[in-house]
């Protein structure tokens, strides 16, 4: 399974992104997918994850009610919508799927939940 994610950019504080996660090997349709993303200097951390089992859909407190993460099966493409972008929001950011449809809910956050990865894509928010 190979992940492409793309999207990212310069953006001002308010602006708004769309990341796309394009998969290519298998159908996304049925794994559960996240997205992380990475600060320089700091660890990874959870951003969004949803789980094709019941489409549960779980964000992170630091993005809840400006980011949205969702799916379109035909393209088998995943996408995290971003609105209100601030400064902290840059970052590297990451699309994931897992093996199955199913992670329990403690375990979305968790990266090794996950087996796939894409390459990343850069998120600047910046005046």
């Known amino acids: 399974v190979q992940l492409q994610a793309s999207g990212g950019g310069l953006v001002q504080p308010g602006g708004s992104l769309r990341l796309s996660c394009a998969a290519s090997?298998?159908?996304?349709?049925?794994?559960?997918v996240a997205w992380f993303r990475q600060a320089p200097g700091k660890e990874r951390e959870f951003v969004s994850a949803?789980?094709?089992?019941?489409?549960?859909?779980e964000y992170a407190d630091s993005v809840k009610g400006r980011f949205t993460i969702s799916r379109d099966s035909a393209k088998n493409t995943v996408y995290l919508g971003m609105n209100s972008l601030k400064p902290e929001d840059t970052a590297v950011y990451y699309c994931?799927?897992?093996?199955?449809?199913?992670?329990?809910?403690?375990?979305?956050?968790?990266?090794?939940?996950?087996?796939?990865w894409g390459q990343g894509t850069q998120v600047t928010v910046s005046s």
């Open positions: 090997g298998r159908a996304l349709s049925n794994s559960a």
């Open positions: 994931a799927a897992a093996k199955g449809p199913h992670i329990i809910v403690s375990a979305m956050h968790i990266g090794d939940s996950y087996a796939y």
């Open positions: 949803t789980r094709r089992s019941d489409g549960r859909v």
